[in-house]
């Protein structure tokens, strides 16, 4: 198979997966029994995954780096939004907001895979950490910083993946 038809064939898998982890993700953080972390530990994977997507298909990212890395995301915002910024016309406070404010969301998500950083962020939604002398079930746990998604500013980041992942043919990062 040809490096050109690895990545594309990469590429539509990830944003299925994606897709299929927005679903559990979207079904999960609907259930007020269901602790928070499974749910979000969908939608870090829906990120990585929609960000490995779009990497795949348009920039020359290699192949083998892209599949096998858990960030990517962080970076994913500013080329994603710019490739709508003329919907953003006259509104770049708006604009410069809404990308800063789904920065700081998508750092806090990149970080729950517990592959990331765990000596400085052992937080994570898959698996037990330790941390202060206590070890913490990802179950018992709040995630403070993630409880910006329920505000406006985690509304308006949770409304640009689902279009991100709606609109992956028709949009491009070039």
């Known amino acids: 198979m040809s490096d050109e038809e690895r990545r594309r064939q990469f590429a ?26 499974h749910g979000l530990h969908y939608l870090q994977m829906t990120c990585e995954k929609l960000a490995k997507a779009y990497r795949l298909r348009d920039v020359a ?4 780096e892209t599949i096998t890395r858990h960030t990517g995301f962080t970076n994913f915002i500013g080329p994603f939004f710019l490739a709508l910024k003329d919907e953003y016309v ?46 913490t079930a ?26 991100a992942l709606r609109d992956f043919e028709a949009l491009s990062i070039r």
């Open 61 to 64: 990212a290699d192949v083998n």
């Open 90 to 135: 006259g509104k770049d406070a708006q604009l410069t907001r809404l990308i800063r404010e789904s920065r700081k969301l998508a750092r806090e998500i990149e970080k729950m895979a517990p592959a990331i950083d765990r000596a400085a962020a052992p937080e994570n939604a898959e698996y037990p950490w330790e941390a202060n002398g206590r070890v």
């Open 12 to 37: 539509e898998a990830f944003i299925a997966q994606a897709r299929s982890d927005w679903q559990v993700y979207r079904l999960l953080s609907q259930s007020v029994d269901i602790p928070s972390c």
């Open 138 to 163: 990802p179950c018992n746990y709040s995630f403070p910083a993630l409880s910006l998604l329920q505000q406006s500013g985690g509304r308006a980041f949770l409304n640009f993946l689902q279009r």
